[in-house]
């Protein structure tokens, strides 16, 4: 017969392989979706940059394995301690993942890069310039990655993610602002 500790103990490592397979999956399948249907109304687009998708998953990981350590640990401090800190850590990653996005809307663009608490809110006219760089990979030409100038000297570069759906509405908007738009072929 099973005593209520190694009922525990199912329930700790059920939980765990649960976050563990979540820790895939979840990043893009809820995370994501959970920043946009919080980020204003008023966006057009939303996106995430790559390091938000790993340190979710590795947030969650972390989670599954504070679970483990309250399962397997036989010593009370080391397991209290062991998952106390793996807990935080993973939540941590959870929260940087929560807190990396950017947008567009019709007023300018708004960052929260990787591992930054607070966002960044440019209007069109603040940009100098968007540079589209142009590779070639498998015999085909493509934007390899999107650069924003500023006039207060930031700049921002991005090689992934929805950045290259909203170019468009980017390039667009910045012309229109007054900035200009250049292409950079990286072969040459």
């Given at each position: 017969m099973y005593d209520f500790a190694d009922q525990k103990r199912i329930v700790y490592i059920a939980f765990a392989i649960i976050l563990l397979i979540s820790s895939a999956v979840?990043?893009?399948?809820?995370?994501?979706?959970?920043?946009?249907?919080f980020i204003t109304p008023a966006a057009t687009a939303v996106g995430t940059s790559f390091v938000s998708l790993i340190t979710g998953g590795l947030g969650l990981a972390l989670i599954a394995a504070g679970f483990f350590a309250l399962a397997l640990l036989e010593n009370r401090m080391k397991r209290y301690l062991a998952a106390g800190l793996l807990f935080a850590v993973g939540i941590l990653g959870v929260l940087l993942s929560l807190s990396d996005y950017y947008y567009v809307t019709p007023d300018g663009f708004t960052y929260n890069g990787p591992f930054s608490i607070s966002s960044q809110s440019y209007?069109?006219?603040?940009?100098?310039k968007i540079e589209e760089r142009i590779g070639t990979q498998d015999n085909t030409r493509s934007v390899q990655s999107i650069a924003l100038y500023f006039k207060n000297g930031d700049i921002i570069e991005m090689s992934s993610g929805k950045i290259y759906e909203?170019?468009?509405?980017?390039?667009?908007?910045?012309?229109?602002?007054?900035?200009?738009?250049?292409?950079?072929?990286?072969?040459?």
């Open positions: 979840a990043p893009v399948a809820v995370f994501y979706p959970v920043k946009v249907i209007q069109w006219e603040d940009f100098e909203m170019s468009g509405t980017l390039i667009s908007n910045i012309k229109e602002a007054g900035g200009s738009h250049e292409r950079i072929n990286l072969e040459e």
